[in-house]
C-alpha cells in the first residue's frame, strides 16, 4: 500500500564502488531528500564505501567525508556516519550554523564552507581551530569569494594559525561547455591568495565536473588533489537498478458521463477509474523545474500545471509501458487514473511503473535487495 | 616583491604621457632591471615600427615606463601598439586597473586598434631536474604537467587581474609564439637569499657534461675575447656574422643581415656606454688556434643578463667552444653583480621526440630553472580591426 523505489542491491552497490574507485577522495553528496534513498540510508552507505577496498593509494581519502546541503541535515547523518561532514551551504553567523559551530561534539567532524570575509573572522574568532573550505565564486554567481575576497583570506588565515583549512571549493553550473578554462582562471586565484602552506591549499573541492575536465585540470595543475563532491552521478547513475512502483488500491467501471473524484468531474468517455497510491505528499503530480528552457518544455510544465482546467494529463504512472492519464489532480497520498475502454484493466494489489524524479520525491519504502 | 606591502598604498589614477627618451633611460637605470626590449635602444633597433617612450606619473613623480612599437595594419593608418616584455611598472599592485586603463586610453589616442604586452611576471619554477625527468618520463608531455617548484603569488595576481580587465591571453601549445617566449630558462646568480653565488657554486649547479665540457675547451687552449664598448663590439661584428651565417645555413634558419646586428651594436651597446656600462652589450669571440670556433652576443640591463645570440663552427666541435662562449658570458654577468643568467626562449614540450627538446636539454644543462612567464597579452580596443588582424596573423 505504498509508493515504493526497488533497489537491485548488488547491482547498485556495485555501481556505487565502481564509481567511487574511478574517483580517488569522493566526496559523496547526501542532502535534501536523500536522492530518494533517504538521508540515514545514504550516510550508511558512504560509511560502507569508506570501508572497501577501492586499491587507492592510501591518504586518498575517498568517501572519509560526506557532504550535506544544510546545517539541519547533521543530525540525519552523524550517527551512521563516522568519518567529516562538510555543509554545502556556507557558514553564516545565524541559525543553525551557529548551534552546530558551538556542539564540541561535532567539532572535529565538521568541515564549514566560508564564501565572505567577515564570516571566516567571525567563524575563527568562536571557533579557531575550525575546519573550513573556502569557497570561490564560480560565474553561477551563487556564493562564494571573488578573486580579490580571496586575496584577502592570506592575511586572515596568517593571523589565526590554529584555523584548518582544508580546501578550496569550486561549485560550477551544469554543463554548460567545458568548465576546464573556468577552473583554470580561478586556480590562478588560489594562487594568488598565497594561503599558508599545507594540504588545504592544495585541494581543490569541485562539482559538476566530467572526468576528462577533471583528468584536464589534474594534468593542468600537477600539485593540487582535486576532490570530486557527488550526488546525482553517484546514487542514481545506474538507473536500471532502481525500480519505482504503485499500488492499485481500488478500479471502478466507468460510463460516458459518470460523474466521479473530488472535484466532480464527468466522465468523457467509458473505462474504468483506477485509484493508485502515489500522490501530491510524495511529490506525485507535482511538478520539479525540469531545467528545459526550451519552448516545448515551458509548454508541458504549463499543461501539467493546469491539470484541471481542459481535459486530461498524462501522469506519470504506466500499465503495459504506456503512461496513462490522471483522471484529476493528485490527491494528497494518492492518484485517480482513467483507462479508456480496451485497454488492459490492472487488478487491485497489482504494481505500476512510475517515472519520477528521485531529488524530488518521497517514497514511502525503499526496498534494497 | 610583497603584495601586501603595496595593498596598502591608496590607489590614485595614474597620468601616462610621452616622455624624452633620456628620461626613460634613467628611470630604468634607476631600477635593478628591466627586459632590453624596454629600453629606448630597442625602439632604435625596431626602426621599421613607430616607437614611443611612455612615463606613468604618480604627480609629478615618474613611476613607470613603457617603451610602445606601433605596427602598422596593412594598408591602414592603425596600429598595434606593441610592448614587448613591458610596461615597466610595479606589477605587485593589486590595482592594476590604474595603470593598464591610461596606457590603453593613451595608444587609442595615438591610433592604436589594440595594445599587446608582456608583462615582465613569472607564474610558476621548475627545476632542471624535473625538466631532464620530465623529458625522461612519457607521460610527461608539457612543462605544465610537472609540479612547479613555485608558482608566483605576484605573477597569479597579474593573471587574475588581466583577465577580469579585458585582457586576452595570446596562448601557444608546443611551440614559439609569434612574439616574445613565455617560456624561457634562467640560471639564477644569487642564492634563495639574494646572496651572490660564486662561480664554483654555478659549475656545481651544472650536469658532468657541461663542466667536462668547459674543462675540455681550457685544456684545448680555447680562448674567449671578450668586446667591450660600442666600438669593440663594431669591430668584431664581421667575425660575428660570417660564423653566424654559417651557423644558419647548417641548422637551416633565416640568419638576418649584418645590418640588423651593426644597429642592434650601436643602439645597445651606445645605450650603454652613454651610462657608463661597456659591458650593456658584448661578443664573445672563442677561438681555437687563431680559429673562430663560436661567437656570442650578450646583454645586461642592470641584474638581469641574457645570451642573444650565439654562432658555432661545424669544424672543431670537439674542442667545445660554444660551452667556453657560455661560460665566459656567465662569468662575465657574475662579475658586474647579475642575478640571473637569461638564456632566453625554450617550447613547453617535453615529448623526447619533439624538434624542440634538444634546445632544452642543451639549456638544461646550465642546471638552472625552467621558467614560466605571464605570456603575452592583447586588449582590443576597436573590435572590428583587432579581429581583423587576429585573422592576417592566423593566416600569415
Not at chain 1, 173 to 197: F, I, K, Q, W, Y
Request: hydrophobic letters at 40%; glycine letters at 10%; a neutral charge.
Amino acid at each position: 500500500m505504498s509508493l515504493t523505489l526497488t533497489v537491485d542491491g548488488p547491482r547498485w552497490r556495485e555501481h556505487l564502488r565502481r564509481t567511487a574507485a574511478a574517483h580517488p577522495g569522493l566526496v559523496p553528496v547526501v542532502k535534501g531528500n536523500g536522492y530518494g534513498f533517504g538521508l540515514g540510508r545514504l550516510a550508511r552507505r558512504t560509511q560502507w564505501l569508506a570501508e572497501q577496498d577501492l586499491g587507492h593509494e592510501p591518504g586518498a581519502g575517498t568517501c572519509d567525508t560526506l557532504a550535506v546541503g544544510t546545517y539541519d541535515e547533521i543530525g540525519e547523518v552523524a550517527q551512521r556516519f563516522g568519518g567529516s561532514i562538510v555543509v554545502l551551504t556556507p557558514w553564516r553567523p545565524f541559525g543553525t550554523a551557529l548551534e552546530a559551530t558551538d556542539d564540541d561534539h561535532l567539532a572535529e567532524r565538521l568541515v564549514h564552507t566560508v564564501g565572505r570575509l567577515e564570516d571566516l573572522r567571525d567563524l575563527l574568532e568562536r571557533r579557531p581551530r575550525a575546519r573550513f573550505v573556502l569557497e570561490r565564486m564560480t560565474s553561477m554567481q551563487r556564493h562564494g569569494f571573488t578573486a580579490r575576497g580571496l586575496w584577502s583570506v592570506g592575511e586572515v588565515l596568517r593571523a589565526h594559525p590554529g584555523a584548518r583549512l582544508e580546501g578550496v571549493a569550486m561549485h560550477f553550473p551544469l554543463a554548460h561547455g567545458s568548465h576546464t578554462s573556468e577552473a583554470s582562471r580561478l586556480l590562478t586565484d588560489v594562487v594568488g591568495a598565497e594561503l599558508p602552506e599545507g594540504d588545504g591549499a592544495r585541494t581543490v573541492w569541485v562539482s559538476h565536473l566530467s572526468d576528462a575536465e577533471l583528468a584536464g585540470l589534474a594534468a593542468r595543475w600537477p600539485e593540487y588533489r582535486f576532490r570530486s563532491r557527488m550526488g546525482t552521478g553517484l546514487w542514481l547513475g545506474e538507473r536500471s537498478a532502481l525500480s519505482v512502483t504503485s499500488t492499485v488500491l481500488d478500479v471502478h467501471p466507468l460510463e460516458r458521463g459518470d460523474v466521479f473524484g473530488y472535484r466532480g468531474r464527468t466522465a468523457p468517455k467509458s473505462g474504468h477509474l483506477l485509484v493508485v497510491t502515489g500522490g501530491t505528499a510524495h511529490g506525485i503530480g507535482l511538478e520539479a523545474p525540469t531545467g528545459d528552457l526550451g519552448l516545448r518544455g515551458r509548454a508541458a510544465t504549463l499543461a501539467r500545471g493546469g491539470l484541471d482546467a481542459v481535459g486530461f494529463v498524462r501522469s506519470p504512472f504506466s500499465i503495459d509501458a504506456k503512461q496513462r492519464l490522471f483522471a484529476e489532480p493528485p490527491h494528497m497520498q494518492a492518484s485517480m487514473l482513467f483507462l479508456p475502454t480496451g485497454a488492459r484493466v490492472p487488478a487491485v494489489g497489482d504494481l505500476l511503473d512510475v517515472r519520477v524524479r528521485y531529488t524530488a520525491t518521497t517514497f514511502d519504502r525503499v526496498v534494497v535487495t | 616583491m610583497s603584495p601586501a606591502a603595496t595593498r596598502a598604498e591608496p590607489s590614485a589614477p595614474l597620468r601616462v604621457q610621452e616622455i624624452p627618451p633620456a628620461d626613460h633611460l634613467a628611470f630604468l637605470d634607476g631600477r635593478s632591471s628591466a627586459s632590453f626590449l624596454q629600453t629606448p635602444a630597442w625602439g632604435r633597433v625596431k626602426a621599421e615600427w613607430r616607437r614611443e617612450s611612455l612615463g606613468f606619473f604618480a604627480g609629478d613623480e615618474l613611476v613607470g615606463a613603457a617603451l610602445v612599437l606601433y605596427r602598422q595594419l596593412p594598408r591602414l593608418k592603425r596600429y598595434l601598439a606593441y610592448v614587448p616584455e613591458g610596461p615597466v611598472i610595479d606589477w605587485g599592485d593589486d590595482d592594476l586597473a590604474r595603470w593598464l586603463e591610461p596606457l590603453a586610453a593613451h595608444c587609442r589616442a595615438r591610433g592604436a586598434f589594440g595594445v599587446r604586452m608582456g608583462p615582465p611576471v613569472v607564474t610558476a619554477r621548475w627545476s632542471a631536474q624535473q625538466v631532464k625527468d620530465g623529458i625522461a618520463d612519457d607521460a610527461v608531455r608539457r612543462l605544465g604537467d610537472l609540479a612547479p617548484l613555485e608558482r608566483d603569488v605576484v605573477g597569479a595576481r597579474v593573471v587574475s587581474q588581466l583577465e577580469s580587465l579585458g585582457w586576452r591571453h595570446q596562448g601557444v601549445e608546443g611551440g614559439f609564439a609569434a612574439g616574445q617566449p613565455q617560456f624561457v630558462f634562467q640560471v639564477p646568480l644569487v642564492d634563495d637569499d639574494a646572496a651572490p653565488l660564486d662561480e664554483d657554486a654555478v659549475l656545481k649547479a651544472m650536469n658532468q657534461q657541461w663542466r667536462r665540457n668547459i674543462k675540455k675547451a681550457a685544456k684545448a687552449g680555447v680562448e674567449v675575447q671578450s668586446t667591450s664598448g660600442v666600438a669593440e663590439a663594431l669591430e668584431a661584428l664581421p667575425d660575428f656574422h660570417e660564423l653566424y651565417v654559417h651557423t644558419a645555413e647548417r641548422d637551416h634558419f633565416t640568419p638576418r643581415p649584418l645590418s640588423y646586428f651593426r644597429t642592434m651594436v650601436e643602439a645597445l651597446a651606445g645605450e650603454g656606454e652613454q651610462l657608463g656600462q661597456p659591458d650593456r652589450l658584448r661578443l664573445h669571440l672563442a677561438r681555437h688556434e687563431g680559429d673562430l670556433v663560436a661567437a656570442t652576443i650578450a646583454i645586461r640591463v642592470g641584474t638581469h643578463a641574457w645570451y642573444s645570440y650565439g654562432a658555432s663552427s661545424t669544424e672543431k666541435r670537439d674542442v667545445r667552444g660554444s660551452n667556453a662562449a657560455q661560460w665566459a658570458m656567465m662569468r662575465d654577468a657574475l662579475a658586474a653583480g647579475a642575478h640571473v643568467y637569461d638564456l632566453r626562449g625554450i617550447t613547453d614540450t617535453l615529448e623526447a621526440d619533439d624538434s624542440h627538446v634538444g634546445l632544452i636539454q642543451f639549456k638544461v644543462g646550465t642546471g638552472g630553472q625552467a621558467v614560466e612567464y605571464a605570456g603575452e597579452w592583447d586588449l582590443p580596443l576597436n573590435k572590428v580591426l583587432y579581429r581583423a588582424f587576429s585573422l592576417y596573423m592566423a593566416r600569415r
